[in-house]
């Protein structure tokens, strides 16, 4: 639904005080569902009646120039209420259009690129502004509403990718994600061909009814792949709920929004411990409960030399009754023990005797039992925790097991390979992956990484690439199924000489610039289009 106008953005109502003083549980996070937006934020009430609705999530327009709709209901309060209510807050700002837009009275970006992104970095100021207002976290999505407009203009494009691109860099120095709204026909189609500077989430107006983020067949679906679309399926048409009727547009959602989080409980406070002892190197320390025994015991804690492995280190925890030394092996509550400064790559292990080791599994909600003795977790420190209820050698072992098999899905759009993949699993941790093209590493992405995208393909050989799961004790896991880009064979039946009026026509409709080339005919023969897709796209996957 368009919401252009030539009304200027309103200072948004705040209460006293601000939304900063208000007692806020409102966090980005991830939504999958149905969303509608509507010109105006419906009242808390229309809202609570709308809950009888599949839709869960709600656009709202923020500010900018355009917005065509005042906002009442739009305040910090009706913000706190719509999320505690169980809406997904999906904001979106209305500043100026492109320069080529039709609908007249609008206030339209420069033609000039420099200008432009001025404009988009004012906008992206104002956006912040306006979200800041209404008590917007940082990390909350801004939506730019850039609507439709007419193609072949080469000089319009370059505005509304230079706009975009600096939109893009403000929000991410103002502190959120930059998302952008359009027509998957013209804006999120000229934006998609951007080398660089595109927003982390795009809403795609593409009023086909398809209830699906992907297959639009404007938009690769090699782009924006992990949670970062939304779909605006239907236009303004009016739904009822609950008695309230409200003219909406319909989207299904699987991105970044501004949702609830339920405050948890405040925790018990933990007792304090009935006694702490510390290993004479400082290393490690252990403490434990009153009812961890029934009588008064010594606690003594020896760091073992030398260490189970050159690298390792281990420690020795021995529990004997005070009145007569006998040696008590088992404890009727859990005891704590730290390992304070583990070695890089190294795995908690219990030994009974010293001389057998077995792995120690990692400590679940459910905690210790009679089938779990001892078990571990890692402290965000990189301390290692480990709660056992039994005594003897406890060490760190170096980590000798490798991560798992990345699973890789790749996409080839427009020369650009897209690898995408779950996390790979490990023992401890994956610590990073790396990109392998044709057994070589050409780049390590970070442990969070689900997503590269590579570029710039041999076309004299095949390109093949594969990704690879390392660990922090540089055990690298079996390299993923090869994913091969080869060129696409030269279409049959294609002149031998491409003429030259075929280069100056493909590059001019490819956004080029200046006149159409004279020397191309006005219909041009069969061959050059075929020719013109398989220049368009010279690789495929194999």
Known sequence: ??????IASIMLALFAGGASALSRNVQPSLFSGYGFDACSAPSLAKLQAWTASPYRAIGIYIGGVNRACSQPNLTPVWV???????????????????????????????????????????????????????????????????????????????AVQSFVAAWVGEVHARGFVAGLYGSAASTIRDVSAMPSGLPDLVWIANWNGVENVFGDPYVT???????????????????????????????????????????????PPAPP?????????????????????AAQVVVTLTAVSPPPAPAGYA???????????APIPAFGAPVTLKLLHPPPGSLPAYSPDGTTWQPLPKLTPAGLDGAT?????????????????????????????????PLVTARLASSTLTLTWPAATDNVAVASYNVLRNGTTVATLPAAARRTTVRGFST???????????????????????????????????????????????????????????????????????????????????
Not at 315 to 325: C, F, G, R, S, Y
Not at 505 to 514: I, S, T, V
């Open 80 to 158: 706190d209420s719509a999320v505690a209510q169980g809406w997904s807050l999906m904001p979106l700002y209305v500043g100026p259009q492109a320069p080529c837009a039709s609908q007249a009275g609008l206030s339209k970006l420069s033609a000039n690129t420099t200008t432009a992104a001025a404009q988009a970095r004012a906008a992206a100021d104002d956006a912040v502004a306006q979200a800041d207002a209404l008590g917007l976290p940082t990390g909350s999505p801004l939506y730019y509403d850039m609507e439709g407009y007419r193609l072949g203009n080469a000089t319009c494009t370059r």
């Open 373 to 405: 003795q001892a078990a571990y977790s890692v402290d965000a420190d990189g301390t290692i925790e480990v709660q056992t209820l039994l005594a003897g050698r406890f060490g760190l072992l170096p980590d000798t097991r490798a991560p798992s098999r």
């Open 273 to 293: 411990p009935a006694g702490v002892v510390a290993s004479a190197d400082g290393l490690a320390s252990v403490s434990w409960p009153a009812e961890a025994f």
């Open 460 to 542: 004299t050989a095949p390109n093949v690439f594969r990704l690879q799961a390392l660990d922090a004790a540089g055990n690298a896991g079996p390299p993923s199924k090869a994913v091969v880009v080869v060129v696409h064979r030269r279409p049959a039946r294609l002149p031998r000489a491409i003429p030259r009026w075929a280069y100056a026509l493909y590059a001019w409709q490819r956004g080029g610039g200046g006149a159409r080339p004279s020397a191309a005919p006005k219909r041009p023969p069969a061959w050059y289009w075929v020719w013109a897709g398989w220049r368009s796209s010279p690789f495929r996957l194999r």
């Open 1 to 6: 639904m368009r919401r252009l106008g030539v």
């Open 315 to 325: 420690v020795d925890l021995a529990v004997t009754e005070a009145d007569n030394q």
């Open 221 to 267: 679906d090699g782009l924006w792949v992990n949670h970062q679309r939304i779909h605006q399926y239907k236009g303004g048409h009016k739904e009822t709920y609950g008695g309230v009727t409200i003219n909406i547009d319909s989207n299904v959602v699987d991105s970044t929004v501004v949702g609830g989080i339920a405050p948890p409980p405040a925790p």
